[in-house]
């Protein structure tokens, strides 16, 4: 396997001093309100001049994050997702939740030679409720142009201090300065992870007298950060960028101490100690008529386990809502029939647990929540969770939640290359991947007119993962759907279709009449024999080093097949030859055959990447092949009168 699950360093800072001052705002020059450009990266749409995150935790026992940004804007068109901004705060619905006070925005320009500031005023300020624990203050900046600045200053208070959440250090834009400060008092003790590779200019890591009381400081400052410049074939961006968080390890207090340091066994216990997770799972009574007697009566494991998870997805609906945690409980999703990830996972665990299949939970973080840090045992980082079972050699994955999903084959975005079993008595960490190998089939069949145009049917079906994934698609907004079609082939289409085939594939077809795929040159009929499905270009086209590894939610082959019938009278002539390349371990293999019989030519080509994963340093290898992809399916063919 050519997978390489992300490294990370814990930096443990010593004392180091520096005479760099922090949690100094600078003053507002003009020179930057005039300034068109960003001096050393001149196509940047923006430029953060100053970032401050300061976490300042009281004797009180609140955690105060008092944030300032101020973001020269260049281009305002291209700088979009620095002019609206969502920010969180967290309500546990026990008692304890985040306020955020102190929101102040405003909108700089340079007018008639003096500094105007447009001010976003309270009512342009949009409060809204994601989800059940989270509030959502909403705003955007006014009055912006090329060359304004923007800035935005915010306090959130939390009372939650086990940790703090992650701060980027890097953007998509590049950065003058950017500080991270973390004032904890001196019984509390932090420990910082440092994630990524810029290091910072300016860091202070000392005991200091802070607002009138011994306090433990930690300050970094960064200087002339470039932009991160995302990457294509990866799951998660923000997993690469460099980054700091703190988490609670200890406190002393009255001369006690004690240990926070948590271990996954730990969790595993606060979990089955949790009314909304192990409470649940304990109500094995709650379930125990609810399966048919010839669902349980089958006597093949996996065929039962099978069986089950149908059942689950024919009778429960998931209401969008992912979460570790159970929202309204399992006696409400029977009830109801609609349920949170949580709710419907855990009745499913409970159904295989009634038909003597020895299922537990696995618990995980999905990719948009980022990659889960083994070295940092913390419920903070779950948000999902699975049903698995094992039949004493291999373990099997199953997600209820999803209407099309299989055994081993869940969604992609809970495919974030492991999660942890949590049984009844011990936690066994586990590689989450699709073990199977997904595939696109491509296929035109065409017929080639005297005046030049063409006329076929073509479809585009996926299989296995892809299949579900596309189906999602189709299902969320198939008017969005249709689109992407009219968007990628620019010629008239008629009849198209699209749908989930029973035995789970999804295809999309059409009709076509075109007379853009040829080229008349004198008597002779000049086309690509790919038609409209070869390689123009490819993505693999990065200039600056990869910084991450190539990833692809599943293994996976295109197959692209045309095949081309002349007019009586008419005859091939160029035909292109067949070939093959591949890299030397056959992780990437590309083929082109040709096979021509009579009047009709066939050519199929087929790219097959044989592994999930692979690591950053095999992107010469896909950029080359794809090169070499690009030209073979270049070359044309004529059709010639006899």
Do not use: C
Not at 289 to 302: C, E, F, H, S, Y
Not at 592 to 601: A, R
């Amino acid at each position: 396997m050519k997978k390489t699950l992300l490294s990370f360093a814990l930096f443990l800072f010593g004392f180091v001093y520096s005479q760099h001052k922090f949690l100094e705002v600078p003053k507002l020059s003009e020179e930057d309100l005039k300034s068109t450009k960003s001096e050393k990266y001149e196509d940047a749409p923006a430029e953060v001049l100053y970032r401050s995150v300061h976490f300042q935790i009281d004797y009180n026992g609140s955690l105060n994050k008092n944030v300032i940004s101020r973001i020269k804007i260049y281009n305002k068109d291209n700088a979009s997702d620095f002019l609206d901004h969502e920010l969180s705060t967290y309500d546990d619905r026990n008692g304890n939740r985040e306020i955020l006070s102190g929101l102040k925005a405003n909108t700089y320009n340079f007018e008639n030679g003096k500094v105007v500031a447009t001010k976003v005023e309270k009512n342009e300020k949009f409060k809204s409720k994601e989800d059940k624990n989270y509030d959502v203050t909403k705003f955007a900046f006014s009055n912006v142009k090329d060359g304004s600045v923007v800035e935005y200053s915010y306090s959130i208070m939390t009372p939650f201090l086990s940790s703090t959440p992650r701060v980027l250090i890097e953007l998509e834009i590049p950065s003058r300065y950017v500080e991270y400060v973390l004032d904890s008092p001196k019984p509390l003790g932090y420990t910082i992870n440092y994630k990524g590779s810029l290091n910072p200019k300016h860091r202070v890591v000392e005991e200091r007298t802070l607002y009138g009381n011994a306090y433990q400081t930690y300050r970094f400052g960064y200087e002339n950060i470039p932009p991160y410049k995302e990457e294509k074939y990866v799951m998660n961006n923000d997993n690469y960028k460099t980054g700091i968080k703190a988490e609670l390890n200890s406190t002393m207090i009255n001369n006690v101490f004690k240990s926070y340091a948590t271990t996954w066994e730990d969790i595993r216990k606060r979990l089955y100690e949790h009314d909304n997770f192990g409470y649940e799972l304990k109500r094995q009574n709650a379930v125990k008529d609810v399966l048919p007697a010839d669902i349980k009566g089958i006597q093949n494991t996996r065929e039962r386990a099978d069986a089950i998870l149908k059942f689950v997805q024919k009778n429960y609906t998931w209401n969008k809502e992912n979460d570790v945690f159970t929202d309204k409980g399992i006696s409400n999703l029977m009830k109801t029939k609609i349920g949170n990830s949580a709710e419907i996972n855990l009745l499913l665990i409970m159904l295989l647990r009634s038909a003597e299949i020895n299922a537990d939970p696995i618990v995980l973080s999905t990719v948009n929540r980022g990659l889960l840090l083994a070295y940092n045992p913390s419920i903070a980082q779950l948000n999902y969770v699975l049903a698995s079972y094992s039949d004493g050699e291999k373990f099997f994955l199953l997600d209820g939640s999803y209407k099309q999903s299989e055994i081993n084959m869940i969604a992609p975005k809970a495919l974030n290359y492991y999660g942890l079993i949590m049984s009844k008595t011990e936690v066994k960490q586990v590689n989450i991947v699709y073990p199977e190998m997904s595939k696109t089939f491509l296929t035109v069949d065409a017929k080639l007119n005297t005046d030049g145009t063409f006329e076929g049917h073509f479809s585009d079906r996926d299989t296995k993962l892809y299949a579900m994934v596309v189906n999602e698609r189709y299902t969320d907004d198939k008017e969005k759907f249709a689109q992407t079609y009219k968007d990628e082939y620019k010629f008239p289409f008629t009849n198209m279709k699209s749908s989930l085939q029973e035995n789970k594939d999804f295809e999309t077809s059409f009709d076509f009449t075109a007379d853009t795929f040829v080229d008349a040159i004198g008597s002779k009929l000049v086309f690509n024999p790919l038609l409209f499905l070869y390689a123009q270009n490819h993505n693999y086209n990065q200039k600056q080093e990869r910084k991450a590894p190539l990833e692809f939610y599943s293994a996976n082959e295109t197959v692209k097949k045309v095949t081309i019938t002349l007019p009586e009278g008419y005859v091939f002539e160029n035909v292109p030859k067949s070939k093959k390349f591949r890299t030397e371990d056959n992780g990437l293999a590309y083929v082109y055959m040709v096979t021509q019989e009579g009047n009709k030519l066939t050519v199929e080509t087929s790219i097959k990447i044989d592994d999930s994963t692979f690591p950053k340093e095999y992107y010469p290898a896909f950029t080359q092949i794809f090169d070499n992809i690009t030209k073979q399916e270049a070359q044309v063919i004529t059709a010639v009168k006899k």
